[in-house]
């Protein structure tokens, strides 16, 4: 299972049309915006992460209440489980 870092909208429509099914996807940055285009692309509510962190500074964490919030050792424990990492950007 791949863990893939979303920072951006653009990087997250490259995103979906390359990953498989059950990978795991971490919104990061600019990223937690696109958090409804990951539901809408079919991205399962159970493989999405945002960093907490991010959402909160950018407003988006009432928004996206029902999506797993995430700190940083949450997402080490990630990167340690998964592999390979991909980073999506623009």
Same mark, same amino acid.
């Given at each position: ?29 600019? #990223? $937690?915006?696109?958090?409804?285009? +990951? @539901?809408?692309?079919?991205?399962? /509510?159970?493989?999405?992460? =945002? ?7 950018? #407003? $988006?964490?009432?928004?996206?209440? +029902? @999506?797993?919030?995430?700190?940083? /050792?949450?997402?080490?424990? =990630? ?12």
């Amino acid at each position: 299972m791949s863990l893939h870092l979303v920072f951006s909208s653009t990087g997250l429509s490259a995103c979906t049309r390359r990953r498989q099914r059950n990978d795991k996807l971490v919104l990061l940055g600019n #990223g $937690v915006y696109a958090h409804q285009q +990951a @539901l809408d692309a079919g991205v399962e /509510p159970a493989d999405l992460y =945002l960093l907490a962190a991010d959402a909160q500074a950018r #407003g $988006v964490s009432q928004a996206a209440a +029902a @999506l797993a919030h995430i700190d940083y /050792p949450t997402l080490v424990e =990630l990167t340690q489980q998964c592999s390979p990492i991909v980073s999506w950007n623009d």
